[in-house]
């Protein structure tokens, strides 16, 4: 699914405005496309806000596909695969106990769409992900393997060897359908005020 904005009944609309030259074309295809820009800054501010991440993540994962022709359309779409859950605001927690020095993990909080959630057993390997994501947030999905009790794995780096998985939150393309038609009806308004804008410009 994705947002198109286009310019609605070719060239019998510009007819009726006795502008079917060149010049009015090209004002439209601009206008088209000024519009996909401004709907995607919407989005992005939108999603971002929505849930409690950071717009330069989501810039690349939101795509804009620029209409070629006059009568053509502008797309808005997004990735499909979730963004990894260490994307959102999130904190590894410990708890002591008595007789050790050294703290347990106890966990991982996460905070996504503005609501704080504690995830038992989750652990953060920084060796894993990018500066951006400051590592990735793991679950435990099986008993500790004898790589991992020799120190080999998930501190040691080898991730291949243990029975863990990555965790994920919602994937941009689920935010953008589920304000599918708000932002489609959206387009629509900006498209027709940027068209009268542009034939302004041109002096038709």
């Known amino acids: 699914?994705?947002?198109?904005?286009?310019?609605?009944?070719?060239k019998a609309a510009l007819k009726r405005l006795e502008v079917a030259d060149e010049k009015a074309r090209r004002a439209v295809l601009m206008a088209t496309n000024d519009t996909g820009e401004t709907?995607?800054?919407r989005i992005l501010r939108e999603m971002g806000d929505t849930v409690n991440i950071k717009r330069n993540t989501l810039r690349e994962r939101v795509i804009l596909t620029r209409a070629a022709r006059w009568n053509g359309q502008a797309r808005i779409w997004a990735l499909r695969k979730g963004l990894v859950l260490s994307h959102f605001p999130h904190k590894q927690l410990y708890r002591k106990e008595k007789g050790r020095k050294k703290k347990r993990r106890a966990g991982v909080r996460v905070n996504?769409?503005?609501?704080?959630?504690?995830?038992?057993?989750a652990f953060i390997v920084e060796s894993a992900g990018s500066g951006s994501t400051n590592g990735l947030i793991f679950i435990r999905t099986g008993k500790r393997s004898k790589a991992e009790?020799?120190?080999?794995?998930?501190?040691?780096?080898?991730?291949?060897?243990t029975k863990i998985k990555a965790l994920y939150g919602p994937s941009p393309s689920q935010i953008l359908n589920s304000k599918l038609p708000d932002y489609q009806a959206e387009g629509q308004r900006i498209l027709r005020?940027?068209?009268?804008?542009?034939?302004?410009?041109?002096?038709l």
Do not use: C, H, Y
Not at 1 to 10: A, D, P
Not at 149 to 161: C, E, F, H, K, T
């Open 149 to 161: 009790r020799i120190g080999m794995a998930v501190d040691g780096g080898d991730l291949s060897r």
């Open 112 to 121: 996504v769409s503005g609501r704080t959630r504690v995830l038992p057993g």
């Open 39 to 41: 709907l995607r800054a």
């Open 1 to 10: 699914m994705s947002v198109k904005v286009g310019f609605k009944g070719g």
């Open 193 to 203: 005020e940027e068209i009268a804008r542009q034939l302004k410009r041109t002096n």
